[in-house]
């Protein structure tokens, strides 16, 4: 089994910043694309950003600018840096990995999540 655990959320005033990480743990022999996606109360859960193994970057048009994705391959760990934060902004933010072990093909794993909220 895989495992992804965030963490970083939490309250920050709208224009501060915060910096999600998101660790994969398990018997991993190869982690291809890993990023980040957020969802608000009501609204479908989006792709905020996510970077191949290397290094290929995407980002949603309403973050770019403004957050910055990373990852460390041999920590297994990919980063989200956010900046000039929004209330917008505000969502449960989930990490995701297209994740291969030792027992099987690549699959696709999401973590549990990870809560920021921007007040204005």
């Known amino acids: 089994q895989v495992q992804l655990v965030e963490s970083g959320g939490g309250l920050v005033q709208a224009g501060g910043s915060l910096r999600l990480s998101c660790a994969a743990s398990?018997?991993?022999?190869?982690?291809?694309?890993m990023g980040w996606y957020r969802q608000a109360p009501g609204k479908q859960r989006e792709l905020v950003a996510d970077?191949?193994?290397?290094?290929?970057?995407n980002y949603a048009e309403s973050v770019k600018g403004r957050f910055t994705i990373s990852r460390d391959n041999a920590k297994n760990t990919v980063y989200l840096q956010m900046n000039s934060l929004k209330p917008e902004d505000t969502a449960a933010y989930y990490c995701?990995?297209?994740?291969?072990?030792?027992?099987?093909?690549?699959?696709?794993?999401w973590g549990q999540g990870t809560q920021v909220t921007v007040s204005s």
């Open positions: 995701n990995a297209d994740v291969a072990t030792i027992y099987s093909f690549t699959r696709n794993y």
């Open positions: 970077i191949t193994s290397d290094g290929n970057i």
């Open positions: 398990g018997r991993i022999f190869s982690i291809n694309a």
